[in-house]
């Protein structure tokens, strides 16, 4: 089996070309080996390019542990720069079906290849049972809630993946990699969730650390970029415009106040290509 090695922000993938390659019949379990950074190639997980007739592409992702997940911003980016550096449509603006629905992307485009990419990721959901999350204040907004020894104010937003976003003054291990792991496996999370530690800068700039659902800390995450850039608007944090640091890099993000979506701009980059 081909693959090749991408990221986002230094989210990293690996991504198999279904349309030159067999469906893996048990993609994850593939995800578990190929992900391994000891035993494999090394990644954050893995996801598939697949034809579709609702759009140019499908993408399924699957998180290291082998679950699977709706959607990755990095990994749709990713996806939308696959498609279009190696033919499979060569278009400035694509249609990718994720388990979120269709997105939208569009390529700027340098070289011969997509450079960076946006991506139109819809309204986010702020119900709590479709987040989902048992905590009952409606929406979860900046809401005190105590996990273990620790109080935190928590918003909940979904992205078409469930986040919790928590503003601190320091983004500590202690926390990312204390705290991260006790509350994605918080019972209040029915599907477990993607946590997000953000110190903020200024109204339009953030810094983000993310434990991420089934890969534990990544050094980016663009649903969870995303999800805080709607979180600080709530919040009266931010501007519904703002600059995120994530570890692997920078993205964009705006809250498109006629419309509700949430758009996101960042780059993709492909690493290398091998055969597993």
């Given at each position: ?78 996806v939308a720069k696959y498609v279009y550096d190696h ?114 800068i200024s109204e339009v700039e953030l810094r983000q ?32 415009e703002v600059l995120i640091h994530l570890l692997g ?28």
């Amino acid at each position: 089996m081909k693959f090749t090695k991408m990221h986002g922000a230094g989210n990293d993938y690996i991504y198999v070309d279904c349309f030159q390659e067999t469906t893996p019949a048990e993609p994850a379990e593939l995800a578990k080996q190929i992900s391994d950074r000891r035993f494999g190639v090394g990644a954050d997980g893995l996801i598939l390019i697949l034809p579709t007739e609702k759009a140019d592409a499908q993408m399924r992702m699957f998180n290291a542990d082998g679950s699977e997940a709706e959607m990755c911003g990095n990994g749709i980016r990713c996806v939308a720069k696959y498609v279009y550096d190696h033919g499979i449509c060569k278009q400035e603006k694509l249609s990718i079906l994720t388990g979120n629905g269709v997105l939208d992307l569009s390529l700027e485009i340098e070289g011969g290849k997509a450079k960076l990419v946006t991506v139109d990721m819809g309204k986010p959901i702020l119900s709590p049972p479709e987040v989902p999350t048992t905590i009952s204040t409606e929406p979860v907004i900046n809401h005190p809630t105590r996990f273990g020894d620790q109080n935190l104010s928590v918003t909940c937003v979904s992205m078409g993946n469930p986040h919790c976003v928590v503003f601190v003054p320091e983004a500590t291990d202690e926390l990312v990699l204390g705290m991260g792991p006790q509350i994605e496996t918080d019972a209040r999370f029915p599907q477990r969730v993607n946590v997000e530690f953000i110190e903020q800068i200024s109204e339009v700039e953030l810094r983000q650390r993310t434990w991420e659902r089934g890969s534990g800390e990544t050094w980016a995450c663009g649903t969870g970029a995303s999800a805080v850039c709607v979180a600080g608007a709530l919040c009266e944090k931010t501007q519904r415009e703002v600059l995120i640091h994530l570890l692997g890099g920078d993205l964009h993000l705006r809250w498109d106040e006629a419309t509700e979506h949430v758009y996101m701009t960042g780059g993709a980059v492909e690493v290398f290509q091998g055969e597993w």
